[in-house]
């Protein structure tokens, strides 16, 4: 997009999750937002509260953390890569629409790093949803 004054680079283009804006003469529509991006929204008070760490929050921590560690790609066959990434992860909790809301932070780490590895063929569907049957 070339601006046709001397407006800066970007002048006119919607930011995710503004209102409508008017810049450089330029009208653009509010962009949607995601579940998370509750910026400027009244959402009562936070709770400051401690909560004890679950054993399954604690492993899923570690298994995640490991995932993103370069070194251990290249025993999957990604050498210098990781298998996971913390705004790919960001990015697959942010797409579970309403759901977001209702899933603890934990349960969507879990179901973040689920789509990674079903992505990379590390894991699949059918495998998922057979384990999930038996430990309920």
Known sequence: MTPADDSPP???LA????????TAGADTARAPRGPHDVGGLPAGPVSLEE????EWETRCWAIA??????????????PGQALTGLDESRRHGEELGDRYRVLSYGER???ALARMLVRRGVLDEAEITRTLDAIR
Not at 15 to 22: C, H, I, K, N
Not at 51 to 54: F, G, S
Not at 65 to 78: E, F, I, K, S, Y
């Open 10 to 12: 970007g002048a006119g």
């Open 15 to 22: 930011v995710a999750g503004t209102q409508a804006v008017t």
């Open 51 to 54: 909560h004890a760490i679950t």
């Open 65 to 78: 953390t490991l995932l993103r560690d370069p070194a251990r790609g290249a025993r999957a066959g990604r």
């Open 109 to 111: 780490a879990v179901h």
